[in-house]
């Protein structure tokens, strides 16, 4: 055991009358919502990077945090898997998720990188063996290193491509061996900063080969875990090519991959996209592509992807409620990708920003559940749209009718629609009542 938390103790659900910091007040994992235990409908995950290995800089700054494993190369990592493992237990959240170069130093070569990267993956496959924690997914880093200025599988230099290729192979693999659940795939660098030099058209092509590569090699070592993207529309890049869920899904239907990929979706992203959280699960979920959470917010006077934990219940309430109409986020789960703020140097207030992430998610999800067992939001939806079900509504979805039919009936039976209330501000207060 490291000293890193020292003095600190597991965090407990205590309900809401309770006074200490340290506990949780809404989020108590055994508690059945809509006949399931909580902890099993969020499936939470710690985000390694942003916990671990995040040193508290922004645009305008560097490092504030003094973490004791920084700087000290593989020794240094071994260090911090111990605090790892010593916080998963302390925040007593089942799920971790990792990029390969949050775990592990990279090296001066590949091979010296994936050596480095299997001797803390025994490390941790020992720890997950010990403590009984489990990885929701891992990815590699394709953005930082200067190599992926130009993007990874959408080099312009196919050796920046290969090398990629065979850094995700490595991931990929560790992942399976660890039995994770999903493997992701974020292009923070697969896009542009200026079309005078880019063809688009070249680097999609590209990107669909490097994603029917993971594909393909996840399927011959038995990888059994979902394959997903995660959208995002700008920053770092200036346009990125997963800007949104509906891109993306555009996207995999052009190349033949919607059956074999899914979203990853994250509260930050979708704001920068120009949407709202919900927009984007209610988008996802009606296609099929609804796969895994990152959980998060922005700061809205911030212009950039400022990673706050969620702290809005009601926002929170509008997502489960697709999550929990499509039956649950299956090997999906809610991954906090989610940092402390850069004066936030204190071990403890690693835990406060957990607890509070997880407190919110524990409203949402109880007024999402009391919502949808209430019925009425429900109906009101079916009502509105109760015209499709039957006659001239059935007829036209049913393919019955052609344009010059449809025009013809509208002037044989004189219909002449007149609006209907969309009801907002009752719908607004519906939703209210339960979070």
């Given at each position: 055991?490291?000293?890193?938390?020292?003095?600190?103790?597991?965090?407990?659900?205590?309900?809401?009358?309770?006074?200490?910091?340290?506990?949780?007040?809404?989020?108590?994992?055994?508690e059945?919502?809509?006949?399931?235990?909580?902890?099993?409908?969020?499936?939470?995950?710690?985000?390694?990077?942003?916990?671990?290995?995040?040193?508290?800089?922004?645009?305008?700054?560097?490092?504030?945090?003094?973490?004791?494993?920084?700087?000290?190369?593989?020794?240094?990592?071994?260090?911090?898997?111990?605090?790892?493992?010593?916080?998963?237990?302390?925040?007593?959240?089942?799920?971790?998720?990792?990029?390969?170069?949050?775990?592990?130093p990279?090296?001066?070569?590949?091979?010296?990188?994936?050596?480095?990267?299997?001797?803390?993956?025994?490390?941790?496959?020992?720890?997950?063996?010990?403590?009984?924690?489990?990885?929701?997914?891992?990815?590699?880093?394709?953005?930082?290193?200067?190599?992926?200025?130009?993007?990874?599988?959408?080099?312009?230099?196919?050796?920046?491509?290969?090398?990629?290729?065979?850094?995700v192979?490595?991931?990929?693999?560790l992942?399976?061996?660890?039995?994770?659940?999903?493997?992701?795939l974020?292009?923070?660098?697969?896009?542009?900063?200026?079309?005078?030099?880019?063809?688009?058209?070249?680097e999609?092509?590209?990107?669909?080969?490097?994603?029917?590569?993971?594909?393909?090699?996840?399927?011959?070592?038995?990888?059994?875990?979902?394959?997903?993207?995660?959208?995002?529309?700008?920053?770092?890049?200036?346009?990125?090519?997963?800007?949104?869920?509906?891109?993306?899904?555009?996207?995999?239907?052009?190349?033949?991959?919607e059956?074999?990929?899914?979203?990853n979706?994250?509260?930050?992203h979708?704001?920068?996209?120009?949407?709202?959280f919900?927009?984007?699960?209610?988008?996802?979920?009606?296609?099929?592509?609804?796969?895994?959470?990152?959980?998060?917010?922005?700061?809205?006077?911030?212009?950039?992807?400022?990673?706050?934990?969620?702290?809005?219940?009601?926002?929170?309430?509008?997502?489960?409620?697709?999550?929990?109409?499509?039956?649950?986020?299956?090997?999906?789960?809610?991954?906090f990708?989610?940092?402390?703020?850069?004066q936030?140097?204190?071990?403890?207030?690693?835990?406060?920003?957990?607890?509070?992430?997880l407190d919110?998610?524990?409203?949402?999800?109880?007024?999402?559940?009391?919502?949808?067992?209430?019925?009425?939001?429900?109906?009101?939806?079916?009502?509105?749209?109760?015209?499709?079900?039957?006659?001239?509504?059935?007829?036209?979805l049913?393919?019955?009718?052609?344009?010059?039919?449809?025009?013809?009936?509208?002037?044989?039976?004189?219909?002449?629609?007149?609006?209907?209330?969309?009801?907002?501000?009752?719908?607004?207060?519906?939703v209210?009542?339960?979070?």
């Amino acid at each position: 055991m490291s000293d890193f938390f020292k003095g600190l103790e597991q965090v407990k659900f205590e309900g809401t009358s309770s006074k200490n910091a340290l506990a949780y007040r809404h989020y108590n994992k055994d508690e059945l919502v809509a006949g399931k235990r909580m902890e099993d409908h969020i499936r939470p995950a710690i985000a390694y990077w942003h916990t671990l290995a995040q040193e508290g800089g922004d645009p305008f700054g560097g490092r504030t945090f003094d973490r004791p494993w920084f700087d000290k190369g593989l020794e240094g990592a071994k260090l911090k898997a111990e605090v790892a493992f010593e916080f998963f237990n302390l925040i007593d959240v089942p799920f971790f998720a990792f990029h390969d170069v949050d775990v592990a130093p990279e090296g001066e070569t590949l091979a010296e990188s994936n050596k480095n990267l299997r001797v803390i993956g025994d490390i941790i496959a020992q720890k997950m063996q010990e403590t009984g924690k489990k990885l929701l997914w891992g990815t590699a880093n394709l953005f930082s290193n200067r190599r992926y200025m130009a993007g990874a599988a959408t080099n312009p230099d196919p050796a920046v491509f290969a090398y990629a290729a065979g850094q995700v192979k490595t991931v990929l693999e560790l992942t399976h061996e660890l039995g994770g659940e999903n493997y992701v795939l974020w292009g923070g660098r697969e896009g542009y900063e200026t079309l005078l030099n880019t063809k688009i058209g070249q680097e999609q092509d590209q990107m669909a080969r490097f994603l029917t590569l993971v594909i393909e090699h996840a399927e011959k070592i038995g990888f059994t875990g979902q394959i997903l993207i995660e959208p995002k529309p700008q920053e770092p890049s200036k346009h990125q090519y997963d800007f949104d869920v509906a891109t993306v899904y555009g996207f995999l239907q052009k190349y033949g991959l919607e059956k074999k990929v899914k979203c990853n979706i994250e509260v930050g992203h979708a704001f920068l996209a120009g949407h709202s959280f919900e927009h984007e699960l209610a988008v996802a979920s009606s296609l099929g592509q609804l796969g895994s959470v990152d959980a998060n917010r922005n700061d809205l006077q911030s212009g950039w992807d400022t990673d706050h934990f969620p702290n809005n219940a009601g926002e929170m309430a509008l997502a489960f409620y697709y999550i929990l109409k499509q039956g649950g986020l299956g090997k999906g789960g809610f991954n906090f990708d989610a940092k402390v703020r850069r004066q936030s140097l204190d071990p403890a207030d690693l835990l406060h920003g957990h607890i509070l992430g997880l407190d919110t998610l524990a409203r949402g999800l109880k007024g999402a559940a009391a919502l949808i067992e209430d019925g009425e939001f429900d109906k009101l939806l079916d009502d509105r749209y109760d015209g499709w079900n039957s006659g001239i509504g059935a007829d036209i979805l049913g393919g019955k009718l052609s344009l010059a039919d449809i025009a013809a009936k509208v002037e044989a039976d004189n219909i002449n629609p007149q609006p209907k209330s969309g009801r907002q501000e009752y719908l607004e207060n519906l939703v209210n009542r339960y979070v």
